[in-house]
């Protein structure tokens, strides 16, 4: 039983984004795909007194619908010292900002990365490290094109001897679970519904920010609010 989950990048993701990593033996960046604008793949929410705000990198576009994930590049090489001054602003005064703080200025100031999808790639890995998260993580690059959404995902999933696709409910907008059946792979929807309430800053509380909200609230004591951990 090998369990699969095929996804873009995103920064700094949401809690829901690692317990999907955390249900899975091996899981895809699926990076060689459109970049989308105003999306998650290059900017993510956090808590702030004066309400939600996002942090945006700032990418250069080539044109509408030329341009792939692993292809965007950071268009301000000042954008990582930016964001963690805002990150340090609003956090300072976390229970746990103390404990995580040098590993991320670390990162934030020292990064020279230009390529969208690494600099993702670098900052899941850190997080999946202070989550104890030790899946496999993989670029759907490395594998073979098949025409059609789903015969895509598939595809990557036989290619890695996959018994269960596991995906995020949006996907059900367009994915063929038939096709899938066919295919020999179980398809499993993951639940981000019911996650329970943590000490949060600035109320009232919100869900959907980036992780580092939890981490920096919660330290070792996050995993007890996600779900894969139990």
């Known amino acids: 039983m090998k369990k699969i989950a095929i996804t873009q990048s995103n ?11 955390n249900e899975v033996d091996i899981f895809v960046l699926y990076d060689d795909v459109q970049f989308t604008r105003r999306d998650w793949r290059n900017r993510n929410i956090i808590k702030t007194a004066e309400g939600l ?3 945006t990198i700032p990418v250069k576009m080539k044109g509408k619908y030329l341009q792939k994930i692993d292809e965007t590049i950071v268009s301000d090489s ?15 005064s976390a229970k746990f900002f103390n404990l995580y703080c040098d590993i991320f200025e ?3 100031r020292t990064t020279n990365e230009p390529n969208l999808s690494f600099i993702n790639y670098e900052l899941i890995k ?10 496999e993580i993989r670029w759907s690059s490395e ?8 015969e895509r995902l598939i595809g990557i999933c036989k290619s890695l001897d996959a018994t ?10 367009y994915f063929d679970c038939n096709f899938a059946l066919r295919s020999g792979i179980n398809v499993k929807w993951i639940d981000y519904s019911s996650y329970p309430v943590y000490q949060q800053l600035f109320p009232p509380f919100e869900h959907q920010v980036s992780v580092l909200d939890l ?10 609010f996600m779900k894969s951990f139990h």
């Open 164 to 173: 269960t696709y596991i995906s995020g409910p949006a996907a059900k907008n």
């Open 78 to 92: 000042n954008w990582g010292a930016k964001h963690w001054r805002t990150i340090k602003q609003f956090y300072q």
């Open 53 to 55: 705000k996002w942090l």
């Open 215 to 224: 981490l920096f609230n919660e330290g070792p004591h996050a995993k007890k």
């Open 126 to 135: 850190v997080i999946c490290k202070l989550l104890n998260i030790n899946t």
């Open 106 to 108: 670390n990162f934030y």
């Open 11 to 21: 920064y700094i993701p949401w809690k829901g984004y690692f317990d999907l990593i």
């Open 143 to 150: 594998f073979s094109h098949c025409e059609g959404k789903t």
